[in-house]
């Protein structure tokens, strides 16, 4: 082991892992490729409706990418107010426009969400296909950082890859998400990309294991809410103050 301290938690990313920050089209191909991306988001609004008595109230949107996450909480929720921390310039120049009818509700931070401080206390925080490039470590180490960020009552919602203990159900969720790509886009040099990034870059864990991690980070009612084969939304609470 590295005595380095940082090191066990910290992943550097690097931009051209990502072909689609280098080509620019992730806003032109991210629905199409990933299974349940509009679903998931639907059902994201749907849980967020709990906090809709809350004036107002503050979310963290982890690897806000494009803006497309943002969005749907800006666009549903008038009270709402966010914080959009993403890594790279490009993409945020992206959520900027996206958002732009929301300017003043909006806040963007640009950086890595593993180095940089959480301002909070947030209601919600939310990360939408970011933190399955982490390692284990680094995800046991996020999740204790957002647990802390959140205000007592707060909910952290995650939508993103999973995986199988069993190899054979590993296979299967690949070849799902394979055929989804495969159905919904039409380039084929595209296709490819996605395919190969799932194959090299993704970093999935159990969801029985980021359950285990977000209770030991202190979250209780740690829930499942969907899943079809490697993608899932996993919701976790922060427990309420106690009078």
Not at 6 to 22: A, G, K, L, M
């Amino acid at each position: 082991m590295s005595d380095n301290p940082i090191e066990p938690w910290r992943r550097e990313i690097d931009q051209n892992e990502f072909f689609y920050v280098q080509k620019d089209n992730y806003d032109e191909h991210v629905e199409l490729a990933i299974p349940l991306y509009r679903e998931m988001h639907q059902e994201m609004v749907r849980i967020l409706r709990s906090k809709e008595n809350i004036v107002p109230w503050t979310t963290l949107d982890l690897g806000s990418g494009t803006g497309k996450t943002s969005a749907a909480i800006l666009s549903s929720f008038s009270v709402a107010r966010l914080d959009a921390m993403e890594l790279f310039d490009s993409m945020q120049r992206h959520a900027e426009e996206r958002l732009r009818k929301n300017a003043d509700r909006v806040r963007f931070l640009t950086g890595d969400f593993m180095e940089l401080p959480f301002d909070g206390p947030y209601d919600v925080c939310v990360s939408a296909l970011a933190i399955h490039h982490q390692r284990p470590a680094g995800k046991q180490f996020l999740f204790r950082k957002i647990h802390d960020a959140l205000a007592p009552g707060g909910i952290f919602i995650m939508i993103d890859w999973t995986n199988f203990s069993d190899p054979t159900s590993n296979e299967l969720a690949f070849q799902s998400a394979c055929d989804t790509v495969l159905t919904n886009v039409r380039d084929d040099v595209i296709i490819g990309n996605w395919i190969e990034h799932w194959r090299t870059k993704n970093i999935p864990n159990t969801v029985e294991d980021q359950c285990q991690w977000l209770r030991l980070a202190g979250f209780d009612n740690v829930e499942v809410i969907l899943r079809f084969w490697g993608m899932a939304m996993l919701v976790a609470r922060k427990p309420a103050r106690k009078e």
